[in-house]
């Protein structure tokens, strides 16, 4: 059974730190993956989508990379700012089935 | 401007008694999901429509159904909510279910409370 872990579990930097988070997945046959932001109490927002045959995604200071055969991906978050606090999580899609999520990286970006 | 919504926000319902959490999206997408996040977990599926086809995980509790009258709307019931049963439920859409570009679109969620 597929399993997404994100590490680390939550993240403090000062504003304007570049920044890495960490997700990877047990089974390389999936069809994209995909990471989510997710504001406290609120509902998740798609961030970025990667296909199985891609290796990375940009948008805007986010750059987000996947390397299948290792099971990993990277969110990358370029100059960070006190509006980037959230949680991200990254999640699979394996074949026509549901998405497989992490449990996240709480990420809290201090002025 | 709101494209998947869910009623109520917040639901505080007494253990054992059946509550319904609503979904409605505005995007006219054929699949519908409802998710279970408890607090620091991952969401977790519990069951999807693909269209009127219904199909729940294996491990989702009898206690869970759902019901989807129409494209728009889909619906949660919890027949008799334990306090296990507290969590955020997400509802997510998307258009199609195998494509490598497929991302789902989530509404706010419903806080659910039992007391």
């Known amino acids: 059974k597929q399993e997404v872990t994100q590490i680390p579990a939550a993240l403090s930097v000062p504003e304007g730190e570049n920044l890495v988070l960490n997700c990877s997945f047990t089974?390389?046959?999936?069809?994209?993956l995909q990471w989510f932001r997710q504001d406290p109490g609120k509902g998740l927002t798609s961030l970025l989508l990667?296909?199985?045959?891609?290796r990375e995604q940009t948008s805007g200071r986010l750059n987000a990379s996947l390397d299948k055969s290792s099971g990993r991906s990277t969110l990358y978050i370029a100059a960070s700012q006190p509006g980037d606090s959230a949680t991200y999580l990254c999640a699979v899609k394996p074949g026509a089935n549901n998405l497989f999520f992490g449990t996240g990286t709480r990420l809290t970006v201090i002025p | 401007d709101a494209m998947v919504i869910q009623n109520p926000r917040y639901q505080v319902t007494q253990f054992g008694k059946p509550v319904t959490l609503s979904c409605s999206q505005t995007?006219?997408?054929?699949?519908m999901y409802w998710y279970q996040q408890k607090s620091s977990q991952a969401p977790k599926l519990l069951f999807h429509y693909y269209d009127k086809d219904f199909n729940n995980e294996a491990d989702t509790p009898d206690n869970f159904q759902s019901r989807r009258p129409n494209t728009s709307f889909c619906f949660l019931d919890i027949r008799s909510p334990g306090l296990g049963d507290a969590a955020m439920y997400l509802c997510?859409?998307?258009?199609?279910?195998?494509?490598?570009?497929?991302?789902?679109?989530f509404g706010p969620g419903t806080r659910l409370t039992v007391l």
């Open positions: 089974d390389s046959a999936i069809y994209n």
């Open positions: 990667i296909q199985s045959s891609q």
């Open positions: 997510a859409t998307s258009r199609v279910q195998a494509e490598n570009t497929d991302t789902q679109y």
């Open positions: 995007l006219n997408h054929n699949v």
